[in-house]
């Protein structure tokens, strides 16, 4: 199995930079959550004029066997169509790119199709879709670790070109059915609280796919680690995802965690190393129902709620400038003695 060697986030740091926070021309906290996130950024990076530093997101395509349950309001089909959507430039995920600077690169993870090569397209195929995991498990364990190395693979390129804030997202009709899967075999969670509308289903299919994960649960026991719990009810984009995210904090990057398929993966590299809490920035909280309740589950606060469901790492896209708003501040803002201005202290001394 491939070794992740995340080390903790430099807190040695952590006075220096807040007391850099604190003597801006400001009140103190008065920037919220732009100040925590630069805080944050500067721990992780070990520097007090943190910077972000060519961004990318890398969207994971993968298939789900257990779309043969009908749990998707979309045929299987739309996962290969979107991946043509991606590489055409047409998708939300690539204005949102394309408007704040940030490079795309699509994964075939394990897609049920057979795609020619294209510049922006990584073809790291395990096998075309995973298996009906209402009969057994989804994937092997081997798979897992393959997906693990693959998606460890991308990342380290990526960052060799000059990336230190990498985003990632998905596309995989089936997914959000896997996920929640996931999310109550990790966290215990009722099931009910972590299924919700997915493609766009609502009522009848609602309880039909909690229905279908109750019977996958049944028929898939005895799953007392990370590894085969992914292995259980994952997606090959889902645990490719997990390794880019547990190579990313290894790197030291910055990661942007999206919604509620991504979160799900971050979830399962938290138990595989817990140090990686500490390089995300959970983008925002999703529309999807389980989302909510599993980001209070690993204590995380997503910086914006714009009742968005889509995927894709649209949440990572749209955040992006806000995160950029956190280490411009602190690099670039006045301080109180830089621009002769009387700080709170300063006041009461004098008083």
């Known amino acids: ?175 959000t059915t896997s996920a929640s899967a996931l999310m109550h075999i990790f966290t215990g969670i009722d099931i009910q609280e972590c299924v919700g509308k997915g493609t766009g289903i609502n009522g009848d299919s609602i309880k039909h796919k909690t229905d279908i994960i109750r019977k996958a649960i049944k028929n898939n026991q005895n799953l007392d680690t990370p590894l085969k719990k992914l292995a259980a009810f994952g997606g090959f984009e889902i645990a490719q995802m997990t390794g880019a995210m547990l190579k990313a904090a290894e790197l030291k990057m910055v990661i942007m965690v999206d919604g509620f398929i991504a979160s799900t993966a971050f979830l399962a590299a938290t138990l595989i190393d817990p140090d990686i809490s500490d390089y995300a920035v959970f983008c925002h909280q999703s529309e999807e129902k389980g989302h909510k309740m599993m980001l209070e589950y690993m204590n995380a606060k997503p910086l914006i709620s714009l009742n968005m469901r889509l995927g894709e790492g649209t949440g990572c896209a749209v955040a992006y400038p806000v995160i950029q708003s956190a280490v411009v501040f602190l690099n670039e803002m006045a301080s109180f003695e830089s621009a002769g201005v009387s700080d709170k202290e300063d006041i009461l001394v004098n008083a």
């Open 1 to 175: 199995m491939i070794q992740f060697k995340i080390e903790p986030v430099n807190r040695f740091i952590q006075p220096q930079l807040q007391e850099k926070i604190n003597l801006k021309t400001k009140p103190l906290g008065a920037l919220g959550r732009l100040e925590e996130i630069a805080l944050q950024i500067g721990m992780i990076q070990g520097t007090l004029s943190p910077e972000l530093k060519n961004p990318y997101i890398i969207v994971f395509a993968g298939d789900h066997g257990v779309v043969e349950e009908d749990v998707s309001a979309y045929p299987q089909k739309v996962t290969f169509q979107m991946v043509y959507n991606f590489l055409r430039g047409g998708a939300a995920i690539n204005v949102f790119c394309k408007q704040n600077g940030i490079k795309i690169k699509v994964v075939d993870a394990g897609v049920k199709h057979k795609f020619e090569s294209h510049p922006d397209l990584i073809i790291l195929k395990v096998k075309e879709g995973t298996n009906n995991f209402t009969r057994g498990p989804a994937m092997s364990i081997e798979h897992v670790h393959e997906c693990l190395k693959n998606g460890a693979r991308i990342v380290d390129k990526i960052r060799k070109i000059g990336c230190n804030i990498i985003g990632f997202g998905e596309m995989g009709i089936g997914n």
